[in-house]
Nanobody, 116 residues
Framework: QVQLVESGGGLVQPGGSLRLSCAASGINFSFNVMSWYRQAPGKERELVATITAVGGTTYADSVKGRFTISRDNAKNTVYLQMNNLKPEDTAVYYC??????????WGQGTQVTVSS
């Protein structure tokens, strides 16, 4: 059974930092591309960052220079370090593991709220 379990969300003031974690089980994690998405109220779910099996990374323009995606294959965990958070970063953040030709796996999401 595949599970993606996110943690690390919470309430933070503008300019603050959070680190999200996504622990994966039931997949061949070391060989998987992993991504973080987010969905704000009333908006479409959007791709935030992706990391390949060999550590290559890509980011949405809105988070470049502020967010860092990383992975620890020994722990089957992908991280999203978020710095200089802004109110517009408020959203539910989801971990994603794509599958070739099939629907991807999703975590349950973790809420990030940036507010003073």
């Amino acid at each position: 059974q595949v599970q993606l379990v996110e943690s690390g969300g919470g309430l933070v003031q503008p300019g603050g930092s959070l680190r999200l974690s996504c622990a994966a089980s039931g997949i061949n994690f070391s060989f998987n591309v992993m991504s973080w998405y987010r969905q704000a109220p009333g908006k479409e779910r959007e791709l935030v960052a992706t990391i390949t099996a060999v550590g290559g990374t890509t980011y949405a323009d809105s988070v470049k220079g502020r967010f860092t995606i990383s992975r620890d294959n020994a722990k089957n965990t992908v991280y999203l370090q978020m710095n200089n958070l802004k109110p517009e970063d408020t959203a539910v953040y989801y971990c994603n593991a794509p599958r070739s030709g099939r629907l991807p796996y999703w975590g349950q999401g973790t809420q990030v709220t940036v507010s003073s």
